[in-house]
T-cell receptor, first 114, second 112 residues
């Protein structure tokens, strides 16, 4: 089955720790995205990547880092510099090209700082 | 720059009533528009998309949306609400560099 997989579904982080959220897709999509979702604020773009070994900052990149070493994988690291990391994180992927950017989403990772 | 605005953060309708969720867009070029649905603690699922082929777009679960250039709108409708339609709905537009820009979402509640 083709799709996009996020893991873990729930993640707990202690203050001052870095944590990494996994995102894998087998849809052969060039583009991958990370969004943060907070109640009442919709989806805010953290980082996106259109090609291996290249990625761009979104609207709220501070305190986050990513890598794109393989087309299929786009992990997100939430660093200790992110002051308010508790949120629901969504990974997505899509083809590139005008009108061709229908996004497929993973099931999300809920991160809680304890 | 492209953007979308969803009017109403929460809409409540009775079961069997018309569902109307509003979305207005801003774009300097012909837009590509989307509606997504999100059930609690899940990812988003595409309901329908507009790519200029037809102004009335039919999607899954009985939803449809009409693109109106004169009103810069892309409202989502369903003739008869079901309890299973209760979810959060997001309007989105394709932005520059193929980024997808989402609205703030509308939570739909269905009254028995």
């Amino acid at each position: 089955d083709g799709g996009i997989t996020q893991s873990p579904k729930y993640l707990f982080r202690k203050e001052g720790q870095n944590v990494t959220l996994s995102c894998e897709q087998n849809l052969n999509h060039d583009a991958m995205y990370w969004y943060r979702q907070d109640p009442g604020q919709g989806l805010r773009l953290i980082y996106y990547s259109q090609i291996v070994n290249d990625f761009q900052k979104g609207d709220i990149a501070e305190g986050y880092s990513v890598s794109r070493e393989k087309k299929e994988s786009f992990p997100l690291t939430v660093t200790s510099a992110q002051k308010n990391p508790t949120a629901f994180y969504l990974c997505a992927s899509s083809h590139l090209g005008q009108g061709n950017t229908e996004a497929f989403f993973g099931q999300g990772t809920r991160l809680t700082v304890v | 720059a492209q953007s979308v605005t969803q009017l109403g953060s929460h809409v409540s309708v009775s079961e069997g009533a018309l569902v109307l969720l509003r979305c207005n867009y801003s774009s300097s070029v012909p837009p590509y528009l989307f509606w997504y649905v999100q059930y609690p603690n899940q990812g988003l699922q595409l309901l329908l998309k507009y790519t200029s082929a037809a102004t009335l777009v039919k999607g899954i679960n009985g939803f449809e949306a009409e693109f109106k250039k004169s009103e810069t709108s892309f409202h989502l409708t369903k003739p008869s609400a079901h309890m299973s339609d209760a979810a959060e709905y997001f309007c989105a537009v394709e932005g520059s560099a193929s980024k997808i820009i989402f609205g703030s979402g509308t939570r739909l509640s269905i009254r028995p």
